[in-house]
């Protein structure tokens, strides 16, 4: 036991220093514990204020009566008027071909694309052009013999017929006549068989493919090749039948008024190709006879003449070309036009008035792909809203953001 005390007091001896150390750094401690006490409960709360709920920004526009032609609007894909199979009506060998008888080369009307050897057509037209004059002599020497015959009957006979039409020779003569005819048809066909040696086509037109080239041997009815025709190229648009109520449909073609043929409304055939969007001018001239049975759509048929003569920017409007049409229709007066969009349960808008959202019925007269034309329940500088919302109520506060206009945000009264 008194080696345990003789321990203790060495041991706080050496350890006298740092034990009053440790003391001080509680002491301290504390003292912060109870400062930050004093000072927490002497701390006053936030003032709190109410802020007003801000009003949603939703971007609108505003709409004016106006007075518009309506457009149809359709796709279809541009095709030949003509198109042909270019087919041999006599056999032989090639001998020549135009420059123009290539894939893609254009030619015109009459033009010889190809010339079959016709030296045996020549010698056929002088065979039968001699079978002609040999018939003729024929003739003309059974004409001299009747007449012969004639005379010596009136002669040995005056004031008398003969009883029988083979004293004058008749029978002979229309042998002769009938045998002249037949050479005469026999040289007509050399004659047309010759022609049809060079083969050309009645119109302006393009060659699509070809079979045949100089050198080869064809036969009668072989194909040659296929051409389109280059003076009108038209579109065949399928339409919903209520939209002919929108312009002047030519149901029946041609429509004769006068001596005049009346045609339908003008349109515009749009392509986008190579990276531009081109346009040609066309007029709808038809309507298909009759009534697809599966989609239940009317065909309009329009029309662009001489496609490739006026190109627009060197592109003509070529056979195989995916198009939109734009038809030209009726003009109508007062109507609001209203982004499609805005348009809410098929037959709503939001209209804003003193900056307060109010839901309003409208009777739509059509729509497009942009824009739904209205006719009642919207006035002249009505604000419509055109952006979505997630809850709407009637007579809810808004600011209002006009669309491509500087005018001033509405702030709504609260």
């Known amino acids: 036991m008194k080696n345990g005390m003789t321990d203790m007091r060495k041991f706080l001896k050496i350890h006298k220093h740092t034990l009053i150390q440790l003391g001080l750094?509680?002491?301290?401690?504390?003292?912060?514990?109870?400062?930050?006490?004093?000072?927490?409960?002497?701390?006053?709360p936030p003032a709190q204020t109410e802020r007003p709920p801000t009003?949603?920004?939703?971007?609108?526009?505003?709409?004016h009566p106006e007075d518009m032609v309506m457009t149809v609007e359709g796709f279809g894909t541009a095709r030949a008027q003509r198109s042909v199979q270019l087919a041999s009506q006599v056999s032989g060998r090639i001998i020549a071909s135009s420059p123009n008888f290539m894939e893609g080369g254009f030619f015109e009307a009459g033009e010889a694309l190809i010339t079959i050897d016709p030296r045996d057509y020549e010698h056929a037209v002088q065979n039968a052009q001699a079978t002609v004059a040999q018939a003729e002599y024929m003739l003309q020497q059974e004409e001299a013999e009747a007449r012969?015959?004639?005379?010596?009957?009136?002669?040995?006979?005056?004031?008398?017929?003969?009883?029988?039409?083979?004293?004058?020779r008749e029978p002979q003569i229309k042998s002769m006549q009938a045998q002249l005819q037949g050479a005469k048809a026999q040289l007509a066909t050399a004659k047309l068989n010759l022609e049809r040696t060079v083969i050309s086509l009645p119109f302006n037109g393009r060659l699509v493919e070809k079979s045949v080239d100089v050198g080869q041997y064809v036969s009668l009815g072989q194909t040659l090749g296929s051409a389109y025709g280059t003076d009108v190229i038209e579109v065949m648009t399928p339409l919903e039948?209520?939209?002919?109520?929108?312009?002047?449909?030519?149901?029946?073609?041609?429509?004769?008024?006068?001596?005049?043929?009346?045609?339908?409304?003008?349109?515009?055939?749009?392509?986008?190709?190579?990276?531009?969007?081109?346009?040609?001018?066309?007029?709808?001239?038809?309507?298909?006879?009759?009534?697809?049975?599966?989609?239940?759509?009317?065909?309009?048929i329009a029309e662009v003449a001489d496609p490739f003569r006026e190109m627009n920017d060197d592109i003509p409007l070529t056979p195989g070309m995916f198009v939109r049409v734009q038809i030209e229709g009726k003009r109508l007066e007062g109507i609001m036009r209203v982004p499609r969009y805005a348009i809410r349960n098929e037959d709503e808008v939001w209209v804003v008035r003193d900056a307060r959202l109010y839901v309003q019925k409208v009777e739509i007269l059509r729509g497009d792909a942009d824009y739904a034309y209205v006719t009642s329940g919207l006035q002249d500088g009505?604000?419509?809203?055109?952006?979505?919302?997630?809850?709407?109520t009637n007579g809810m506060a808004i600011r209002v953001q006009l669309i491509d206009s500087s005018e001033a945000i509405e702030e709504p009264s609260l």
């Open 25 to 44: 750094v509680i002491l301290v401690l504390a003292a912060g514990v109870a400062v930050f006490k004093l000072l927490a409960g002497r701390r006053q």
């Open 55 to 63: 009003a949603a920004l939703v971007e609108a526009v505003r709409v």
């Open 148 to 168: 012969v015959a004639r005379r010596e009957w009136e002669a040995l006979h005056p004031g008398s017929d003969p009883p029988a039409p083979l004293v004058l």
């Open 241 to 300: 039948d209520f939209e002919l109520e929108w312009f002047d449909a030519p149901l029946t073609y041609p429509v004769n008024n006068g001596g005049a043929t009346v045609r339908g409304p003008e349109a515009v055939v749009i392509a986008d190709f190579a990276g531009r969007q081109h346009r040609w001018k066309g007029r709808v001239v038809r309507t298909q006879g009759r009534i697809d049975p599966t989609s239940r759509t009317v065909n309009v």
């Open 382 to 392: 009505d604000t419509v809203v055109t952006s979505p919302l997630d809850v709407v």
